[in-house]
């Protein structure tokens, strides 16, 4: 086993950091790698935008109920951007091109790019010793993170994304069995793979060092989707300009 995939089957959440910051040559890095991932169509169609300065970064602390988006060594938003692909367009020309800017095909791609994007990054940065912890909290008011970005038509922030000198080592959270989400030539039933996993869920919450609880993984995602929540994102992903088509 080499190293790249020791780092990738090593991952953890890291949700503390010690008080370091990111160096410029390590973000220089992480970068680098981030841009490095595979785009649809060469659209690059995503933006990063590292977020500095303290006033920012305790308001979105505030918008996610995540104190370690303020204290961290490093925070990235990583946004969907198909605005750098009308810059150059005069107004009939723009006008052609809504109807592709605005439907569901080029929404997920510009979300997909952000995503590789991203992981391409927490490698890198893993690799590099540091930890990472994607923030997809920052869709609780999505509306008033892009403002706080001022992000321009057809850019929306996605997810943010902390990183930074690990403040401790968290257990591994175990993954679904390989057979319940690889399967060969056709969609299959899971059943008893879902079952076997929440019993070893089961056994995982009671036994860790921290948030000891009593749960399954099909209870969590039974109350995840029976109870609304975020149902303003559509109206600003719209408003924005995606996903209208």
């Given at each position: 086993?080499?190293?790249?995939?020791?780092?990738?089957?090593?991952?953890r959440s890291i949700r503390k950091f010690k008080?370091?910051?990111?160096?410029?040559?390590?973000?220089?890095?992480?970068?680098?790698?981030?841009?490095?991932?595979?785009?649809?169509?060469?659209?690059?169609?995503?933006?990063?935008?590292?977020?500095?300065?303290?006033?920012?970064?305790?308001?979105?602390?505030?918008?996610?109920?995540?104190?370690?988006?303020?204290?961290?060594?490093?925070?990235?938003?990583?946004?969907?951007?198909?605005?750098?692909?009308?810059?150059?367009?005069?107004?009939?020309?723009?006008?052609?091109?809504?109807?592709?800017?605005?439907?569901?095909?080029?929404?997920?791609?510009?979300?997909?790019?952000?995503?590789?994007?991203?992981?391409?990054?927490?490698?890198?940065?893993?690799?590099?010793?540091?930890?990472?912890?994607?923030?997809?909290?920052?869709?609780?008011?999505?509306?008033?993170?892009?403002?706080?970005?001022?992000?321009?038509?057809?850019?929306?922030?996605?997810?943010?994304?902390?990183?930074?000198?690990?403040?401790?080592?968290?257990?591994?959270?175990?993954?679904?069995?390989?057979?319940?989400?690889?399967?060969?030539?056709?969609?299959?039933?899971?059943?008893?793979?879902?079952?076997?996993?929440?019993?070893?869920?089961?056994?995982?919450?009671?036994?860790?060092?921290?948030?000891?609880?009593?749960?399954?993984?099909?209870?969590?995602?039974?109350?995840?989707?029976?109870?609304?929540?975020?149902?303003?994102?559509?109206?600003?992903?719209?408003?924005?300009?995606?996903?209208?088509?």
């Open positions: 086993m080499n190293q790249t995939i020791e780092t990738l089957l090593n991952h008080d370091e910051p990111v160096s410029e040559d390590q973000l220089a890095i992480i970068l680098d790698a981030a841009q490095q991932a595979s785009t649809s169509s060469y659209m690059m169609a995503y933006t990063i935008i590292g977020v500095t300065d303290p006033e920012k970064k305790s308001e979105l602390a505030e918008v996610t109920g995540q104190k370690y988006v303020k204290d961290n060594g490093h925070l990235f938003i990583f946004c969907a951007d198909l605005h750098r692909h009308t810059l150059h367009a005069a107004e009939e020309q723009y006008e052609d091109m809504k109807p592709n800017l605005e439907n569901s095909e080029h929404f997920l791609v510009s979300a997909i790019d952000a995503a590789l994007a991203a992981q391409n990054a927490a490698i890198a940065a893993e690799s590099m010793g540091l930890g990472i912890c994607y923030i997809g909290s920052i869709r609780n008011q999505l509306d008033r993170v892009d403002q706080l970005l001022s992000l321009p038509k057809h850019v929306i922030p996605l997810f943010g994304m902390v990183l930074g000198v690990p403040a401790h080592e968290p257990n591994k959270k175990p993954r679904l069995p390989r057979k319940a989400v690889y399967f060969e030539n056709e969609y299959r039933d899971q059943t008893d793979e879902l079952n076997n996993f929440d019993e070893k869920i089961a056994a995982y919450y009671q036994s860790r060092s921290s948030n000891n609880r009593v749960d399954t993984w099909t209870d969590q995602m039974l109350r995840r989707f029976t109870t609304p929540m975020r149902m303003d994102v559509t109206d600003l992903v719209q408003k924005k300009g995606f996903n209208k088509r």
